[in-house]
């Protein structure tokens, strides 16, 4: 076994292999800008990135021309959200988002607030799942776009797109979804879905950092997003910049894998993320987060109720890693904003660890770490004035904490 273990992959995930082997040549021999119309470099580069096209938009049952290349989730979803919001503006200023979308979606939101943009941020059930009724009645004739991700991030909740692009489709508004962790881990199709705009991205897909997809559907209806970046007109003059052709053949090549792998990979990384959270979930006191019934089969998101997780991963940090529900912010540590907008209190949120699995998790991994997390939380409860408490059976939510 291999130190550290590596079980962080909603953070990013190691390129593939056969990845990287793909895009070698892109870097030395075949290192042509795709825009060059007058010379074998450009062809070259350009016959690269349209097969990559075809790769990625096979991935999401869409049409090729439908694939705008970006450096990532983050700027396209800056693209859909700043775009329709500037191409829609003569049919309305509303859109409608979640409390849980990620911070590229959140923070484009508040930036065309400013700009005059009304933003309804939709809050979710204790499972992170939207009301679909209130989805329905929060829709007015000025709602240009409902940008809601396909799953999240930290706690693995999927959303019903299905039910959402319908109601979507009934009151005449476009559907983004940021699909960035659903995207080459669970089956995604643009038209069985009824999705007008998504953002994706390589590298949480077992793809290179640094690329990344816009969605844009061309047909029925045809959807427009202003550019956010001007130049050369590039991607349909929806994303001026020479192309990262190395990055995109890697993007293309970490698509097809995806779809051929995906049904294996899924049956043999869900079943050690179940025997992971089976026996994490033996531990007194912990508490799975997000929608068992509707969630990314390689995530489990556990809270170890009266230890700190922060605490916690410096237990075993040097040879596993995971991810705190504390986000470490310039002065303190603030409790994931998302895991607070499932109900979870400060307490809980505290104690929560993220394991994200992969294609590269081995079960002798899983098989440690369950051994060193549940050594880990033991004895820091051993030595927890609130897990003493809690055993001498006193009702802790009735203490009175000072407040700072
Ligand atoms: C990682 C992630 C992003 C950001 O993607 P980048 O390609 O790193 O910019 C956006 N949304 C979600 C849901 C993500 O998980």
Redesign the pocket.
């Known amino acids: 076994m291999n130190f550290p273990i590596y079980l962080d992959n909603?953070a990013t995930t190691p390129c593939d292999p056969r990845v990287i082997d793909a895009m070698l040549p892109y870097f030395t021999s075949k290192f042509g800008n795709a825009a060059s119309r007058n010379h074998p470099f450009g062809w070259v580069a350009e016959e690269a990135v349209d097969y990559a096209r075809e790769q990625v938009a096979k991935l999401i049952g869409a049409d090729a021309k439908e694939i705008i290349f970006t450096s990532?989730?983050?700027?396209a979803?800056n693209l859909a959200i700043k775009g329709v919001f500037e191409m829609y503006a003569q049919k309305g200023n509303h859109i409608i988002t979640a409390v849980t979308e990620?911070k590229?979606v959140l923070d484009a939101c508040h930036h065309i607030e400013k700009l005059g943009a009304k933003v309804t941020y939709l809050p979710v059930n204790n499972e992170g799942l939207i009301n679909l009724e209130e989805l329905e009645n929060t829709i007015t004739d000025a709602t240009i776009l409902v940008a809601i991700?396909y799953a999240n991030?930290e706690v693995g909740t999927i959303q019903n797109m299905k039910a959402i692009s319908a109601i979507c489709k009934k009151k005449g508004t476009l559907l983004f979804s940021?699909a960035?962790?659903a995207v080459g881990k669970i089956p995604v199709d643009v038209n069985a879905d009824g999705i007008d705009l998504m953002?994706f991205?390589a590298?949480?897909m077992y793809g290179p950092k640094g690329v990344?997809a816009l969605y844009v559907r061309r047909k029925n209806p045809r959807v427009k997003v202003t550019a956010q970046m001007d130049g050369g007109g590039h991607e349909r003059g929806m994303r001026s910049g020479t192309l990262n052709v190395p990055g995109i053949v890697g993007f293309g090549t970490a698509a097809e894998i995806c779809r051929l792998d995906m049904e294996a990979d899924t049956a043999r990384i869900s079943k050690l993320r179940d025997k992971l959270e089976t026996a994490l979930c033996k531990i007194e006191e912990s508490y799975v987060n997000g929608c068992v019934s509707s969630r990314l089969p390689h995530v489990s998101n556990i809270s170890f109720k009266y230890v700190e997780g922060e605490g916690l991963m410096m237990g075993f940090n040097k040879n596993i890693a995971v991810s705190s529900g504390s986000a470490c912010t310039s002065a303190s540590l603030e409790p994931s904003y998302v895991l607070k907008a499932l109900g979870l209190g400060d307490d809980l949120a505290h104690s929560s660890l993220r394991f994200g699995l992969g294609r590269f998790t081995t079960e002798e991994e899983v098989d440690y770490t369950i051994e060193a997390v549940s050594k880990t939380v033991l004895k820091l409860r051993e030595v927890s004035p609130l897990w003493e408490m809690f055993k001498e059976g006193m009702d802790i939510n009735a203490i009175e904490w000072a407040h700072h």
Request: no cysteine; proline share 0%.
């Open positions: 909603n990532g989730a983050t700027e979803d990620h590229a991700m991030n940021d960035t962790q953002a991205s590298h949480k990344g």
